[in-house]
C-alpha cells in the first residue's frame, strides 16, 4: 500500500483523470435515485410466506387500510351527520379505493321490532334527538359495527378506508395520504377532531421524515466532522482532505445505489453520515502521520514518503475490516439490512480508494512544505492533553498491569449479563418517536374504536361447503372469543359473526342468542335471505377460484385488529393463539396467520441468528487475517479481546435498559468491532515497529501509547460525535444506533487505551511484511553453524526476534574491555577482528562474513572483551543475548530447541578450541 500511495504522489494527474471520470459516472447514475418509505425492506427477502400474503389479497382483498376516525361530544347531530356523509361520498370517489365501510353503507341486522331489518344505521341522516339517539344506541349494539365503526361512548366514528396501492407508483402512498387529508379537510371546524391514521399515513410519515434525516443529518456531520478534525489536527488542511475524500465517497455511494436498485431508506438514508465519520478517522492517522513527517524536518515529499511508510499497511487493514464489517450485515435475511449492508460496504470501499489515491495528490500540491523543528514539538507536546492523556495511561498500566485487565474482565461479566434479556423486535410503528403524529393518532384511535394494526387468520378446510357448516363456523368464533378473553386483541370479525348476529336478531335481539345455530339449513338460509357476496367476501371464499383453486366456502378468514405494532409482543399473542386453535381444529382444518405485520413479525425472528452469525463470520475473519498477518495465532486472539470487551458491555446495558434487537441495534456489534479494531490494528502495527527500533517490550508498548495516543483519542471521540449525530434521527432504531454505536466507540477507546498495551507487552509481532521483507545471504542460510537444520521461515523468526543492529564502515561492533552478554552474527556486509599495539598500530587478528558468529563467550559468562570488532563496510549484525532467547523459547518453543542445541554445538566447539590452545601453550 505504500508504494500505491507513492505512485498516487508521482502520477497526479491520471489520479484526477480517472477519480474524475469515476465521480462523474456516479453523479450521472445519481440523479435517478429514489426513497422508498415501504414496509417490505423490514421482511424477509423472498420469503415464501409472502406469496400466500399476497394470494389471500387476492382472495379476501387488501389489508392496506386507512381509517378516518372523527370525534365529537355531540357527534350524531343532523348537521355534523350530513358534513360526514359528505367526506364519506368523496373518500368513496377516489382512484385505487377497493372499498369503504362506514355506518352510511354497513349493515344493520336489527331484528327489535319483529322483522329483521338490514338497512345501514345512517341509511338516512337523522332529523330529531330520538332519531340520533336511536342510531347510536343502534350502531353500538351491533358486534359488526361497534369498535370497528364507532367508540364505546358512542362519540366518536371511523370510517376504513380500503386501498388497493399501485405498486408501479412510488409516490403512490404520499398521494393517496394526500388526497385523503384533502377530501376530509372540511370536516375540520365542524367536528372537534378529524385526521386519518392507516398504512398510506404512515408510509407518507417515512418518507417525510427519511427526507428531514436527510437534510438534517448530513450537514450535522459535516459540522461535527470539520470542527473534530480542526481541533485534533489543527490545521484547515486537515478538515478538507475528509471532507473532499468524504463528499466524493458520498456521491460514488448513492450512484451505486441507483445501479442496484437500492432506494433511500430508514437505514440507507445515514451511510452519507457514516462514510464522512468512519472515513474520516483513517484521514485523520494519515494527516498525522504526513504532519509528523513535516516535525522531523522533511519537506513535501519526504513527508509523504514518511507517511507511507507507516500507516499503509496499518490503513489497508483497518479499511478491510471496517469493510467486512459492513458487509457481514448482508448475512442478514431483512431487506432493509441486506441493502444497508450492501450500500454501506460499498461506501466504505469507496472511501477507501479515494483516499489512498486524493490524499497523496492533495498534499502534493497544498500539503504545506514548511518545516518544523522536532525539539519545538517535544517542548510543546508536554503541554497538551495528549501528553496528560498518556502519561495517566502509563501510570495506571505501570502500577498493576495484572490488576487493570482483571477489573477490565470483571466489569465486562458482570453488565454483560444484562445480555440475556435482551428481546428481539422489529416494530415499524416504532421505527416513530412517541410524540411523532403518527405514533399519537394510532394510540387515540386504539383507545376509542381499535387499534390500525391488521392481521389475518386464513383458514382451510379443503371441501367445498365446509365453512357452510355450523361445526366448523362455532369452532371459528371459539377463537374469536377466545381472542376477546385475552384482552390483548381489539377487534375481531368473521363470517360466523355474521351468522351469529343473523340468529340472534331473528331471536328478537336477545343477547343469549349471539351464538351460531345448530342447523347447517338454517345458516344456509341466514346467507342467502341477508346477506350478499359482498358483504362477507372479505371473510369466506364465496366462490370456486379458478383452475385447480379452493371450492367455494372452503376457506375462512378472520379480521383482526389490534395496537400491537411490536413484533415481540405480537409474536408472544400469537403464540397462546396458536396453541389455542391447533386444538379447536385438530387436524380437519389447517389455518395460517398472514398480513404485512405478520411478515414483519417473522422477520424478527431471523434478526438475532443474522446477528450471531455476521458477528461470529465478521470476528473468524478479522482473527485469521491477523494471525496470518503476525504469524501466530496469540496475535488474532490480541486483535479480538479489545473489541469483543465493548461489545460484551453494550449487549449488558442493552438488555438492562430495555432496548430491544432491531433493524438499528442488530448492526451494532458488527459494524462496532469493524471500526474499533482500527484503532488495534494501528496499536499492533506501530508496537511491532517500535520493536524493531527498541527490542525492549516495555519501552515499546509506552512509545505507542505516546505516539498513537493522538489519532486513537481524536478518532475515537470524533467516531463517537458522528453516531452521536444520529440521535438526532426522525426514526428511533437510528436513535437506538447512533447512541449505542457512541459508547461502543468509547468503550473500545478504553479498551484500547489499556487492555491492547497490557496484552501487547506480553508479546513481540512479527508481520508477514517482515517476514518477506528479510533478506538473507545464501551464506547465512546454509552455512551458518547457528541455523543448522533450520528452514529458511525459522531463520527469519529468529532474526526478527532477536534484534538486527546496523554498523557504517569503520564503527566499532564490540570495544575491547567491554562487558555485556550478547553474541553477535554477520547477516550482511564483513567485519575484521582487531587488536591495537603499543605502538598504536592495529592487528588484524581474522576477518567476519556472513553467516560468521563472534563473541559467543559473553553468553555463558560476562567477561570482559578480549578484541576490537570493527565493521568493514556497511554491515547489519543480529545481536542475540538471554532477553532475545527466553522471547523465541516463549515465543516459538520448537525453533528455539534447535537453536539452543546449535548454540550448545558452537559453545562446545569454542570450549573445545579453547582447550586446545592450552594445551598447545602448556
Known amino acids: 500500500m505504500s508504494k500505491l500511495i507513492l505512485w498516487c504522489r508521482d502520477h497526479p494527474i491520471v489520479v484526477i483523470v480517472v477519480i474524475g471520470l469515476f465521480s462523474v459516472f456516479f453523479a450521472y447514475e445519481a440523479k435517478d435515485i429514489r426513497i422508498d418509505a415501504s414496509a417490505e425492506g423490514m421482511m424477509i427477502e423472498g420469503d415464501p410466506d409472502k406469496a400466500f400474503y399476497e394470494k389471500t389479497i387476492h382472495t379476501f382483498g387488501t389489508d392496506n387500510i386507512t381509517i378516518v376516525y372523527i370525534k365529537d361530544d355531540n357527534l350524531f347531530t343532523t348537521k355534523k351527520l350530513e358534513a360526514i356523509q359528505e367526506v364519506f361520498y368523496k373518500l368513496e370517489e377516489l382512484s385505487n379505493i377497493d372499498r369503504v365501510e362506514s355506518l352510511f353503507t354497513s349493515k344493520n341486522f336489527n331484528g327489535e321490532s319483529g322483522d329483521?331489518?338490514?338497512?345501514?344505521?345512517?341509511?338516512?341522516?337523522?332529523?330529531?334527538?330520538?332519531?340520533?339517539?336511536?342510531?347510536?344506541?343502534?350502531?353500538?349494539?351491533?358486534?359488526?359495527?361497534?369498535?370497528?365503526?364507532?367508540?364505546?361512548?358512542?362519540?366518536?366514528?371511523?370510517?376504513?378506508?380500503?386501498?388497493?396501492?399501485?405498486?408501479?407508483?412510488?409516490?403512490?402512498?404520499?398521494?393517496?395520504?394526500?388526497?385523503?387529508?384533502?377530501?376530509?379537510?372540511?370536516?375540520?371546524?365542524?367536528?372537534?377532531?378529524?385526521?386519518?391514521?392507516?398504512?398510506?399515513?404512515?408510509?407518507?410519515?417515512?418518507?417525510?421524515?427519511?427526507?428531514?434525516?436527510?437534510?438534517?443529518?448530513?450537514?450535522?456531520?459535516?459540522?461535527?466532522?470539520?470542527?473534530?478534525?480542526?481541533?485534533g489536527l489543527k490545521t484547515l488542511h486537515g478538515a478538507v482532505m475528509p471532507s473532499l475524500t468524504g463528499g466524493l465517497s458520498v456521491l460514488w455511494t448513492v450512484g451505486f445505489m441507483v445501479m442496484m436498485d437500492i432506494p433511500i431508506n430508514v437505514l440507507t438514508v445515514i451511510v452519507p453520515s457514516l462514510v464522512l465519520i468512519i472515513g474520516s478517522t483513517e484521514d485523520m492517522h494519515i494527516i498525522s502521520e504526513y504532519f509528523e513527517g513535516l516535525e522531523l524536518g522533511k519537506d513535501k515529499f519526504g513527508a509523504?514518503?514518511?507517511?507511507?511508510?507507516k500507516v499503509g499497511l496499518a490503513i489497508f487493514l483497518t479499511s478491510m475490516t471496517t469493510f467486512i464489517g459492513f458487509l457481514s450485515i448482508v448475512i442478514n435475511k431483512i431487506t432493509l439490512l441486506k441493502q444497508f449492508g450492501f450500500t454501506a460496504s460499498f461506501a466504505l470501499l469507496a472511501n477507501f480508494i479515494i483516499t489512498f489515491s486524493v490524499i497523496p495528490v492533495y498534499l502534493r500540491f497544498f500539503g504545506g512544505g514548511k518545516k518544523r523543528a522536532k525539539h519545538h514539538e517535544e517542548k510543546t507536546e508536554k503541554k497538551t492533553i495528549f501528553h496528560f492523556a498518556a502519561g495517566l495511561i502509563l501510570r495506571v498500566i505501570h502500577a498493576n498491569k495484572m490488576a487493570v485487565l482483571a477489573a477490565m474482565v470483571?466489569?465486562?461479566?458482570?453488565?454483560?449479563?444484562?445480555?440475556?434479556?435482551?428481546?428481539?423486535?422489529?416494530?415499524?410503528?416504532?421505527?416513530?418517536?412517541?410524540?411523532?403524529?403518527?405514533?399519537?393518532?394510532?394510540?387515540?384511535?386504539?383507545?376509542?374504536?381499535?387499534?390500525?394494526?391488521?392481521?389475518?387468520?386464513?383458514?382451510?378446510?379443503?371441501?367445498?361447503?365446509?365453512?357452510?357448516k355450523p361445526e366448523n363456523l362455532k369452532k371459528i368464533f371459539a377463537v374469536q372469543r377466545y381472542m376477546e378473553k385475552t384482552g390483548v386483541f381489539d377487534f375481531s370479525l368473521s363470517f360466523a359473526d355474521y351468522i351469529a348476529l343473523i340468529n340472534r336478531e331473528s331471536e328478537g335481539g336477545k343477547k343469549e342468542e349471539f351464538v351460531i345455530p345448530a342447523s347447517a339449513d338454517l345458516v344456509e338460509q341466514y346467507r342467502f335471505v341477508y346477506l350478499e357476496d359482498k358483504d362477507i367476501e372479505r371473510y369466506v371464499n364465496v366462490e370456486a377460484e379458478p383452475g385447480d383453486g379452493a371450492p367455494a366456502f372452503s376457506k375462512a378468514n378472520i379480521l383482526v385488529r389490534h395496537n400491537l405494532?411490536?413484533?415481540?409482543?405480537?409474536?408472544?399473542?400469537?403464540?397462546?393463539?396458536?396453541?389455542?386453535?391447533?386444538?379447536?381444529?385438530?387436524?380437519?382444518?389447517?389455518?395460517?396467520?398472514?398480513?404485512?405485520?405478520?411478515?414483519?413479525?417473522?422477520?424478527?425472528?431471523?434478526?438475532?441468528?443474522?446477528?450471531?452469525?455476521?458477528?461470529?463470520?465478521?470476528?473468524?475473519?478479522?482473527?485469521?487475517?491477523?494471525?496470518?498477518?503476525?504469524?501466530?495465532?496469540?496475535?488474532?486472539?490480541?486483535?479480538?479481546?479489545?473489541?469483543?470487551?465493548?461489545?460484551?458491555?453494550?449487549?449488558?446495558?442493552?438488555?438492562?435498559?430495555?432496548?430491544?434487537l432491531n433493524t438499528g441495534t442488530a448492526m451494532i456489534a458488527a459494524i462496532a468491532i469493524g471500526i474499533a479494531v482500527d484503532d488495534t490494528i494501528h496499536f499492533m502495527v506501530r508496537y511491532n515497529n517500535e520493536m524493531k527500533l527498541l527490542n525492549d517490550q516495555e519501552k515499546a508498548m509506552t512509545e505507542c501509547i505516546k505516539n498513537e495516543i493522538r489519532p486513537v483519542l481524536s478518532t475515537s471521540f470524533a467516531l463517537a460525535l458522528g453516531f452521536g449525530v444520529l440521535l438526532v434521527s426522525n426514526f428511533n432504531p437510528v436513535i437506538f444506533f447512533g447512541g449505542l454505536s457512541a459508547i461502543v466507540m468509547l468503550l473500545a477507546l478504553s479498551a484500547d487505551m489499556f487492555m491492547t498495551p497490557i496484552l501487547l507487552s506480553t508479546t513481540k509481532l512479527?508481520?508477514?511484511?517482515?517476514?518477506?521483507?528479510?533478506?538473507?545471504?545464501?551464506?547465512?542460510?546454509t552455512k551458518c553453524p547457528l541455523f543448522q537444520k533450520m528452514r529458511p521461515w525459522q531463520i527469519k523468526k529468529i532474526v526478527l526476534l532477536a534484534h538486527v543492529k546496523e554498523f557504517a564502515k569503520d564503527m566499532f561492533i564490540i570495544r575491547k574491555g567491554e562487558t555485556d552478554r550478547a553474541m553477535?552474527?554477520?547477516?550482511?556486509?564483513?567485519?575484521?577482528?582487531?587488536?591495537?599495539?603499543?605502538?598504536?598500530?592495529?592487528?588484524?587478528?581474522?576477518?567476519?562474513?556472513?553467516?560468521?558468529?563472534?563473541?559467543?563467550?559473553?553468553?555463558?559468562?560476562?567477561?570482559?572483551?578480549?578484541?576490537?570488532?570493527?565493521?568493514?563496510?556497511?554491515?547489519?549484525?543480529l545481536e542475540i543475548d538471554w532477553t532475545s532467547l527466553e522471547r523465541i523459547r516463549r515465543i516459538f518453543p520448537m525453533i528455539s530447541s534447535k537453536l539452543f542445541l546449535n548454540i550448545s554445538r558452537v559453545l562446545g566447539a569454542r570450549l573445545a578450541a579453547t582447550s586446545e590452545q592450552l594445551v598447545a601453550k602448556g
Not at 165 to 187: G, Q, T, W, Y
Not at 438 to 454: A, E, F, K, P
Not at 625 to 641: H, P
Open 410 to 468: 470483571v466489569v465486562a461479566l458482570i453488565i454483560g449479563v444484562g445480555a440475556v434479556k435482551i428481546k428481539v423486535d422489529n416494530d415499524m410503528l416504532g421505527y416513530f418517536k412517541e410524540t411523532s403524529p403518527i405514533r399519537v393518532r394510532s394510540q387515540l384511535l386504539h383507545d376509542d374504536i381499535s387499534g390500525t394494526q391488521i392481521f389475518f387468520i386464513i383458514m382451510d378446510a379443503h371441501s367445498e361447503d365446509a365453512f357452510k
Open 565 to 660: 405494532s411490536s413484533s415481540y409482543d405480537l409474536k408472544k399473542a400469537l403464540s397462546g393463539l396458536n396453541g389455542f386453535m391447533a386444538d379447536t381444529f385438530g387436524t380437519d382444518i389447517g389455518f395460517k396467520f398472514t398480513g404485512e405485520n405478520i411478515l414483519i413479525n417473522k422477520a424478527a425472528d431471523s434478526m438475532a441468528s443474522g446477528q450471531a452469525i455476521s458477528l461470529s463470520l465478521l470476528l473468524a475473519v478479522i482473527f485469521i487475517i491477523m494471525s496470518v498477518l503476525f504469524l501466530r495465532f496469540k496475535a488474532g486472539l490480541l486483535s479480538l479481546a479489545p473489541n469483543l470487551f465493548p461489545i460484551v458491555i453494550i449487549f449488558g446495558i442493552m438488555g438492562y435498559l430495555d432496548i430491544p
Open 116 to 231: 329483521l331489518e338490514t338497512l345501514p344505521v345512517l341509511d338516512w341522516i337523522p332529523e330529531t334527538p330520538e332519531e340520533s339517539a336511536k342510531a347510536r344506541a343502534d350502531a353500538m349494539r351491533s358486534p359488526l359495527l361497534y369498535r370497528s365503526l364507532i367508540s364505546e361512548d358512542g362519540k366518536a366514528m371511523a370510517i376504513n378506508v380500503f386501498v388497493n396501492p399501485d405498486k408501479s407508483d412510488p409516490e403512490f402512498n404520499a398521494k393517496m395520504s394526500d388526497a385523503i387529508d384533502e377530501v376530509i379537510e372540511p370536516l375540520k371546524g365542524v367536528v372537534d377532531e378529524v385526521f386519518q391514521v392507516g398504512m398510506p399515513f404512515t408510509r407518507k410519515c417515512l418518507g417525510d421524515s427519511i427526507l428531514g434525516d436527510m437534510t438534517t443529518l448530513i450537514p450535522l456531520s459535516v459540522g461535527v466532522l470539520l470542527i473534530v478534525l480542526v481541533i
Open 766 to 781: 512479527i508481520t508477514l511484511w517482515d517476514m518477506l521483507a528479510v533478506d538473507l545471504k545464501a551464506r547465512v542460510i
Open 304 to 309: 509523504i514518503d514518511y507517511l507511507a511508510s
Open 824 to 877: 553477535y552474527l554477520i547477516l550482511d556486509g564483513s567485519a575484521r577482528v582487531e587488536l591495537p599495539t603499543e605502538a598504536g598500530k592495529r592487528v588484524v587478528l581474522s576477518e567476519l562474513h556472513p553467516g560468521d558468529i563472534f563473541g559467543e563467550i559473553a553468553l555463558v559468562e560476562e567477561v570482559e572483551r578480549t578484541a576490537d570488532v570493527v565493521a568493514s563496510e556497511d554491515s547489519r549484525v
